[in-house]
Structures are given as structure tokens and as C-alpha cells.
């Protein structure tokens, strides 16, 4: 009953393991999803679709109407250059399943989402990290650029960053699009953002794959849907994949996503409610940090993490410790990428008094553990 | 941008090229779903899990709540013997790709569905056939043992079958369970049966992976929910690749099946009533075969399709041409493999008066052709 070479070095990933010591007191700085409830618009909309909405199969690639609205706008075809997903982790399956043979090479940024190198490796590909360089983690796009070779078939940017916070700028993603090799965008936090709207690399290229959805901006990552915006050619082999890992994404959650979508005006509220709350929590983080752990890091420009220095040289067993004697989750860096040693990745999707008390926590115990 | 090989000789399968061509007129009985619609208690069910449900992530394998209920009388651990899916097509995606590796045999029934070869050829493996003979498609329990060799990695069986509707008796169920390799027994028709509930492989052998869920029962394909019931040893590398496959099933789908199995009254009134409907097109579906067709086949024992001889070389063409000129989609024996030719897979899943109407037009068409 041996597993499958391609799954017999794939354990539980370290965000998982650090999350298994989360218990019902914990301080919990962990979590990857937003602090965000269902208001009443979109309980309601959810009860239309409860109440008369079909729960038959959709087209593999998802409710043509949804299709429709989600590309309104970028000039993308809706019958084949969108595939509508059950949420960005399956998209990024059915990507890698459609195109990463054994010997590819995948460029993954480091420190970044743990899934990029793994799916990599599942495929038989081998990650090749490009590093993020702190303070300001900015990507060096002629550096990624340098690291293409003849084997590379993937490179993945993800702006804004999990777990970095930072954002890629247009230049930067313009000279990556022009390299040449499939790009995917991993653009899921794109809506939460502090100072402007991230730039897309939608339009950038022909080779260029963009994820989104609705998870993080509308608290809905229990629902399960995202997107992938591509060139009819680069979908084509992704749709085929999609649709034998996923069959369709769930009815309800398209015909939600479809409400959704069509009701622009509470839509821009509450994205806008959402900055607001998410712009509070990053103040409550960041004072919290300099404060608590002495240390100055350059503002989060989006997403809902940030990632700070610890003096600990194993950050792993530093969250373990941190974990077990004082309740406080956060995610050791080195669960990103080598480049990550030495930091922590800190969520502020939680209520400002638990972000506090929990960097209060962390800075006690980083004090008490240097004496 | 070539395609990864694994995906280069994958194309849409012949299913969904028949359903293509069907237009809003067509008398469509090619569909694999059943024709059901929630009724007042699932849409009330539905209503308050919109009103108040949770639409953060669950667990990996789905919220504990629900596995209990799933695996109760079962004598299953639900911490550890239980993964809940986005389906069960996610789920086969899972186990194939926990599993199976290049080089190794995967015997599937032929006549069959479509994705165990598939998958199959998709993790680098070689699918091996098991004939089903007409007409009664028994499985030869003997026979499929011949086919296991060093390589054989896994054995699908599928009863109720997908498209035959036969179901595989007690004993020929354990003959295989014994064999020794990994056995995947796909249950997702289960709860339609005309006679006697088709016997089930749990608790067969630690070998024995189960696939169940509500889509067919339920009506509720859409949905997107299923589960995978096996040892924990067995079952820890399939959670693994769910996780990175689909994170988790939908949160809705997962509460919503928690509420249908919290209410066993009403769900077995409306098993019985599912149960007496498919009755009900089923005769509507064998009379029409015996006179329009003249061909005198077993009734099946479960799931909603008959498995019809038609007098035609080659029942791809036929199928195309019988949609293209007279409206009428079934699916082609040979979508189902080498076995299927000379067949057809008339799906009952529809009203009985479209049932009598797509049949006499295709028996009209047989004896014109036959001119």
C-alpha cells in the first residue's frame, strides 16, 4: 500500500502542523483567511440561491452567466478563456497537472505560499526558488529572469504576497511577462489592499495565467470559488485537467458569486468596509510590533500578514515553543521558503485586541527566552 | 506551451462530445445525473444553512460534525477513516494520484465509466480492462483475479455500475476484496435500487477504499459532495493529495449534508420516493426498449440506465448522427470502452413521457437506416 512516488515526501505542510497545537484558548495569528462575517446582503443573497437555485451539474468551466461577469470589462471571451474553479488551491492543481512534466523547472518566490514548491515536486518538477530580499521583500525581476533556463516551464508571482504583504509593481510584472515562459498570477489578495489596487498582469501576455476569486475579499473561503483568466490555448489543457480533478465548482457557490457580481454598488461598500477593517488591524499589528518586538518593518501594502524578524535561529521550533507554552500561533517563516528563516508570519485577521495581546505575548517570551 | 505529457492525450470525453450537440429542443436522454429537485424540506434545510451557516474553511477532511454522522454504525473512526470530497470525481482524482505510478495496472470494468481509465493514464499507469459480458454484465470474480499481476496497483469496481446498471453480488464483492491489492469500490448509486440495496465493500478488508456521497440520491450533483471511507494507513496519503488538491469540501455542502443526515425520517421518505420514481422510469424505459428497439435486455438492478443493443457498427457515428438528425442524445457503448460497442447507454433519468418519446425516435431511426 506503498503511496505514489510523486506523494512519498509530502507530508502535512508546517502552517498545518503549527495550526494542530491551535486549542480552543489559543491566541490564534495563524489563520490564513480573513476575520470577516457574511452581512446581511449576502446572507440574503445566499438564501435566494438556497431557495430556488439549481444544485444540478454546471459546464465543467461554470455557469456561462458567471463567466460572463466575472470577465465584464477585461475583453476576455467568456466561453474559453475562463475556467471558474472550486476556489485558487484547485486552480493551481489543475495548472500544474496540465503542465508541469517530470524534469520542468518551476520558478517559486522565497519566501512565498508553500503550495507553489509542492505542487511543483508532485508533478515531478523541480522548484526553483527566486529570492525576496527583506526589508522590503521587492521583486528583482532581473534576477528571477536570470534564473530561467531551457527547463523552465512555470514562473509564479503573487502579488500581494502570502506572507509578505508586499506587492510586485507594474515594471516589475510587465519584464516578467515579456520572458517568455508561462507566468502564473496568483492575484487571490488583490482586493485587500492599503494604498492603491495592486497591479494586475491581466493583459500582460498571452502566457500569462491569472488566479482570483472571492475567498479572501468576501470571507467566503469555506465556499470554495475562484477563477482562471488565460489565452483559449494556454485554458485548453488546464479545462480538460479541471475538469476530471473538480467536475465544476459548487452550483451554490457560482450562483452566489454571480449575486454577488451583480450588485456592483453594495459590492464596492463592502470591499471598502473590508479595507477599512483590515487597514485598522494592520495599524494594531505594526504598532504592536515595533513596540513588542522592537522592530521596524516597512507597512504590509496588502494581504493581511506581516512578516517579522524574530532573533530565534530555528523559527520552527521558536512557533512550536511559542505555540505550546504561551498560546500564541504564528507561522515560522522557514514554512515560506529558506529565505524565510529568521521571521514570522503574523496575521492580522483578528480583532485588534488579540493582535495585541498576542504580539505582547510573543515580545514577553522573546525577552524572557534572551536573558 | 505543450501541454504536461500526462495530459497530451487527453481529450473531452466522448460523453461530453454527444452532450455538445445538445440544443434546447433536444429529447435528451445522455445525461448522468438524476432528475430530481430539492423539495420543501432540503430547500429549508439549505435556507438555514445560508441564514447562519459558516463559510470559513473546516478541516481538511471535512467539519468532524458531519464525518460522525457519515461513519455512524459503521464502526469507522471519523478522526481518521473519513475524508469528505468536493465530490466523488475530486475524490477518484485523490486516490489515483495518492497511488498510482507510472508502470503500475489498474484494472477497471469494461463497459465502465469513463474517468477509472482516465485517471489511470493521467498518474503515468496502464489501465487493464475486466470484461463485463452481456447480458446480464455479471462480474466474474475469477476472471478479474486472473488480471492482477506484480503491477497492479489498484481495482476499481463500480456498483451499481455506471452505465450498465448491474450490480455485483456479496460474494463476488469479497472474492475480490481478498485478492490483496488496494480495491476503490465506487457506491455513488447505492441508494437507487429497484430490488434489494446493492451490497456494499465495507468492511471487506483493510484494502478496500469506499466512495460514496449524495449527489445521485440527493439530486444535488451540483453541490459537489461525496466522501472516501478507508483504513487510516490507507487513507493518510489520499488526504494528503485532497488537501492539496481542493483544501476542503464546500463549507455549505458539508453543513447542508450534516442537516439530511440529522433528519433519517424524512430521508428515508424521500429515498423511498426517489426509489419509486426511478421505478417508474425504468418500466417506462424497458417497455420502450422491448418495443421500439425489440431487444429484450434484464432489467437493471440499479442506478438509471439500460445498457441497450442497437444494430450499429459503430455507435459513436450512431449516437452523433441520431442527436444531429433527430434530436436524441444517448451515449455510445464505446465511451465506456471496447466491450460497450454495439451498445448504448439510455440514461432514465428524465420524465417517462421524454423517456417513450427519445426511444420510439430511435427505433424509427433504426428500422429507416435498416432499409
Known sequence: MKPAKRYQNIGISLIRQINALATTQSVNLGIGEPNLEPDDTLREMAMRVAASGSWHYTANAGNLSLRKKIVAGTGLDPKDEICVTAGTQQALYAIFQ????????????????????????????????????????????????????????????????????????????QAI????????????????????????????????????????????????????????????????????????????????????????????????????????????????VEHELEAKIPPPAGAFYVFAPVPAADTLSFAKTLATDEGVLVIPGVAFGNAGEGFVRISFAAATGTIGTGIERMGRYLRAASR
Open 177 to 288: 511577462a515579456q520572458a517568455g515562459p508561462l507566468i502564473v498570477s496568483d492575484e487571490i489578495y488583490s482586493q485587500i489592499w492599503y494604498q492603491a489596487p495592486p497591479p494586475s498582469m491581466l493583459g500582460m501576455g498571452r502566457n500569462v495565467i491569472v488566479l482570483n476569486g472571492l475567498s479572501k475579499s468576501h470571507g467566503m473561503t469555506g465556499l470554495r470559488l475562484g477563477w482562471i483568466l488565460a489565452d483559449q490555448a494556454v485554458l485548453k489543457p488546464i479545462l480538460t485537467a479541471h475538469s476530471y480533478i473538480a467536475t465544476c465548482a459548487s452550483a451554490f457557490s457560482q450562483q452566489l458569486a454571480e449575486m454577488i457580481l451583480d450588485a456592483p454598488e453594495w459590492n464596492e461598500a463592502w470591499l471598502a468596509s473590508v479595507r477599512a477593517q483590515f487597514r485598522e488591524q494592520r495599524e494594531a499589528a505594526l504598532y504592536s
Open 98 to 173: 496540465a503542465y508541469v512534466d517530470e524534469g520542468d523547472e518551476v520558478l517559486v518566490p522565497d519566501p512565498g505560499f508553500v503550495a507553489y514548491p509542492t505542487l511543483t515536486t508532485i508533478c515531478g518538477g523541480t522548484p526553483v526558488p527566486y529570492a525576496l530580499e527583506p526589508p522590503d521583500w521587492k521583486l528583482d525581476a532581473g534576477a528571477v529572469l536570470k534564473k530561467i533556463t531551457k527547463r523552465t516551464k512555470l514562473i509564479v508571482v503573487n502579488s500581494p504576497s502570502n506572507p509578505l504583504g508586499s506587492v510586485i509593481d507594474r515594471d516589475a510584472l
